[in-house]
């Protein structure tokens, strides 16, 4: 199973509004509603963000915010913060029964 | 709240055979409806699907790696395992234990262990 396609890097301002892009295939991202995103800062296991496309887990910032329109995913952060800057990735389960990631986007705050 | 604690060697040579141990407490493995999940991280890289397994014993892998890895399970011990053969240094990594909940998410993790793999 190939990984799902993300930007390498993305960067924005303080209090900008940053989206970050996760491409898979009918097979995965396109089939099932299944998306999940994770933030992980350096030296620390990944938090999950946001899971089923749209949903915030409980404590998780509003500024954190998923969609899906076909086989992309996307992960919008707004009012960023310094704190946001951290290695971001996609989740999708698939029609094997199988979890894919993607290989992961660096959040920069300039 | 769930915690899970990956513990195991802190080295590994060529061509033997990685094992690691997740112990899981606040809760027990047997209940609910989830899957226990190992997934890896090479240095500097993603995160890589290992496979999971559920308290029954049923178990799911990822097909790049199913040739050489097994997952188990000890309800007994609260506690589930990988086992990665035959191992290169291409299995150095930094090793997860994580629970996979509803919606195929990945909700509660380890804190990780990096194993090397080196003669």
């Known amino acids: 199973q190939s990984a799902l396609t993300q930007p390498a890097s993305v960067s924005g301002s303080p209090g900008q509004s940053i989206t970050i892009s996760c491409t898979g295939t009918?097979?995965?991202?396109?089939?099932?509603?299944?998306v999940s995103w994770y933030q992980q800062h350096p030296g620390k296991a990944p938090k999950l963000m946001i899971y089923?496309?749209?949903n915030r887990p409980s404590g998780v910032s509003n500024r954190f915010s998923g969609s899906k329109s076909g086989n992309t995913a996307s992960l919008t952060i707004s009012g960023l913060q310094a704190e946001d800057e951290a290695d971001y990735y996609c989740?999708?389960?698939?029609?094997?029964?199988?979890?894919?990631f993607g290989g992961g986007t660096k959040l920069t705050v300039l | 709240q769930v915690q899970l604690q990956e513990s195991g060697p802190g080295l590994v040579k060529p061509s033997q055979d990685l094992s690691l141990i997740c112990s899981v407490s606040?809760?027990?493995?047997?209940?609910?409806?989830?899957?226990w999940s190992w997934i890896r991280q090479h240095p500097g890289k993603g995160l890589e699907w290992i496979g999971y397994?559920?308290?029954?014993?049923?178990?799911y892998y990822n097909p790049s790696l199913k040739s050489r890895v097994s997952i188990s399970v000890d309800t007994s011990k609260n506690q589930f395992s990988l086992k990665l053969s035959s191992v290169t240094a291409a299995d150095t990594a930094v090793y997860y234990c994580?629970?996979?909940?509803?919606?195929?998410?990945?909700?509660?993790w380890g804190q990780g262990t990096l194993v090397p793999v080196s003669s």
């Open positions: 994580a629970r996979k909940g509803n919606y195929y998410t990945f909700d509660y």
């Open positions: 606040g809760g027990s493995i047997s209940s609910g409806n989830y899957y």
């Open positions: 397994i559920y308290y029954s014993g049923s178990t």
């Open positions: 009918s097979s995965d991202v396109g089939a099932y509603n299944y």
């Open positions: 089923e496309v749209t």
């Open positions: 989740s999708s389960y698939t029609s094997t029964s199988t979890v894919v």
